[in-house]
Every structure is written in structure tokens, then in C-alpha cells.
């Protein structure tokens, strides 16, 4: 990926700084596609963050003396809830006008992993089956017990550990996902001489956020993981939490992916933030270089992670995850160029620029 920064901008990636009516300019001129995280960027919950819709209306048809230079936005979001058809109604509920080919969320990744993994539609099982002979011969009855294996041809499944999003992302990629908010209402028995039944057709467990987590998912997960040959471990994303609501933090899928990490011994192939798998597809959509896009988010460890490896400018919100006192904390090594209170910030500054000429 192309990470070639502009001459003048090199001086100022070297410290984080907080954004000014003259950065925020130099920012504008040297971005053409924004990419925004979504929760404690855009909006908490199902609440919208003040001023984000009439900053969102500005960038798209920005105007510098006179030149429209209106920028391309793009929502990249590691919340696995939704797919980008539900996100889309979400902000068109919000006001906000975004198509499905503007969001890129990690149910969609998790789906185009496997699209571009050549995940199988169908899988071989193997099945033994037993036979019991009957004969009855000088009044007495003698049995004979053979078994044969048989292959069947089946469909491949995806065992989801989240919800609706991953979902609806995995049918419309072709593939049959089973579990996700149906097993939640399942209950694991613990009972002597039991055995706990899992398919063996599973050849992907995929985890995300879940509100409706419990014991027999974890369990389930667990067994195909551990017992399904080849049987791929994918994490949409780690986030530790996330505002699903607007007054406080919850839980993150992180927390779901750790219970599985432990019950495995086993490392996820994660394709959310700050893996830079997304970033392939923007990269085909766009044509263009990483250098001239901008990762806005509120995550450290995420958003402006996945920016920076990517190569791509980076700007943090203070609305979110993040306060400032995290991010000037000495024990942390991920820094921003640039960090502001909020999204609206960027237009209110950049207003302050044109009024002094």
C-alpha cells in the first residue's frame, strides 16, 4: 500500500497534535477519502453525536476559495451487529444519507475473508455406520456387527458467535451460517454420560459482539474448533468495549473472543480494525493512494492503529472510547498526528481559517 505523505506534512506527523484552523486546512488539502469509525465517532448508540450531520453534508461538498474539493467519505466500523444494509438504515434514521457501498463493516470482512479464501460451499464428512446382522439357527439367535464409512458430500457452515449482521453478510457471500441470536435462547445440560452434539460440517466459527452470549455457545464454538479438522477460528474484531448506548461503555466483542481464545489455546484470525484486510477493498473501490485518506476514530488500539499501518493520515476524536489523559498517558505508544473533541470540530475550524482572510 502506498504510504507516500506530502513534504509539508512531514514535520507535522512527527508529534501529535491537536488540530488548529491552519492543520485542519493542511489536513482538508491533503485528504481526498475520510474514513470514519462509527461508534463514539458518528453517533453513541441510537444517539448522533452533536453537529456530525451538517459536518458530514460539508465535507461532501466542501468548496475552498471558490474549488469544490468535496471529499469522499467512508464508514468503517468493527461493531459486527449490523450488516451494511441495516447500517444503512440506521443512518438514513438518523438523517443521514449513506449508501451500503459507503460502509464497511467487520460482518462484511468477516464474509470476504472467506470469499477470498476460497472458504468451501461444501465439505466431505466422513460418517461410520454400524450394521447389525440377525440369524437364527438351532434355537438360537447369533448377531454379527460390521460398520462401513460412507462420504457425504454436505454444506460447509459457519457457526456464528454474534448476531443478525454476520449473518445477512454471510448469505449474501454465498455461505450457510447457523447459531447466532437462535442459540442464544439454548441451554448446555450438564449431565452425567451426556454428550454435548456438535456438527461436524462446521468449517469456520466466526466471533463478534453478542449480546446473546452464553455457555452452550461457547461450548459449541469451542468443540469445532477443537474437533472439526481445518476448522478456521475468525474474530471481527478485539475491541475491549464499545458505547453501545449513549451515556456509558459496554462490553466489546473482545471479551467474547477471549473466552474462545481461552477454551481453544487458540489465536483468531481477526479481519476488524486494525488489521489492514478492509483496506484492499477500499483501495479497489477508490484507486486511491492510503497517503491521501484519513482514518477518523476514537480507538487507539483500533482505528488509529489500523490508519497507521495502513499508511494513512490519521485524526482522533475525543467523543468516544479515548479522553486525553489516555492518550498522553506515557505508557502509550500509539499517537495520532492529530486529535480534536469531536467530528464538527474539523468545520468549525476550518471556518475560523476562511473568516481571517
Known sequence: MDGEISKFTIEEKLSCQSLTPQTTVNLLDSVDVFLF????????????????????????????????????????????????????????????????????????????????????????VCLSVTFFSFSFFQCRFSSVCFSIKIMLLIL????????????????????????GPEDGKKTAHLKPNSLFEHDKSVGAVVVGL????????????????????????????????????????????????????????????VVGKPSTFLMEFLLQKFNIPTSRMCMVGDRLDTDILFGQNAGCRTLLVLSGVTNLSDLQDSSNHIRPEYYTSTLSDIISLFNNYQSSF
Not at 458467535?161 to 457471500?173: F, K, R, Y
Not at 477443537?226 to 475491541?239: K, M, Q, S, V
Open 37 to 124: 469509525d462509527c461508534d463514539g465517532v458518528i453517533w453513541k448508540g441510537d444517539a448522533l453525536i452533536d453537529g456530525v450531520s451538517d459536518t458530514l453534508d460539508t465535507l461532501r461538498a466542501m468548496i475552498v476559495f471558490i474549488i469544490c474539493v468535496g471529499k469522499k467519505l467512508v464508514f468503517v466500523t468493527n461493531n459486527s451487529t449490523k450488516s451494511r444494509r441495516q447500517y444503512a438504515k440506521k443512518f438514513h434514521s438518523l438523517g443521514i444519507s449513506v449508501s451500503e457501498d459507503e460502509i464497511f463493516s467487520s460482518s462484511f470482512a468477516a464474509a470476504m475473508y472467506l470469499k477470498a479464501n476460497d472458504f468451501p460451499k461444501e465439505k466431505k
Open 156 to 179: 460447509a457452515q459457519v457457526y456464528v458467535i454474534g448476531e443478525e449482521g454476520i449473518l445477512e453478510e454471510l448469505e449474501l457471500a454465498g455461505f450457510t451460517g447457523v447459531g
Open 210 to 269: 453478542d449480546q446473546y452470549i452464553n455457555f452452550y455457545k461457547l461450548q459449541y464454538g469451542t468443540l469445532c474448533i477443537r474437533e472439526n479438522p481445518g476448522c478456521l477460528f475468525i474474530a471481527t474484531n478485539r475491541d475491549a468495549v464499545g458505547h453501545l448506548t449513549d451515556l456509558q461503555e459496554w462490553p466489546g466483542a473482545g471479551c467474547m473472543v477471549a473466552a474462545i481464545c481461552g477454551s481453544t489455546q487458540k489465536e483468531p484470525i
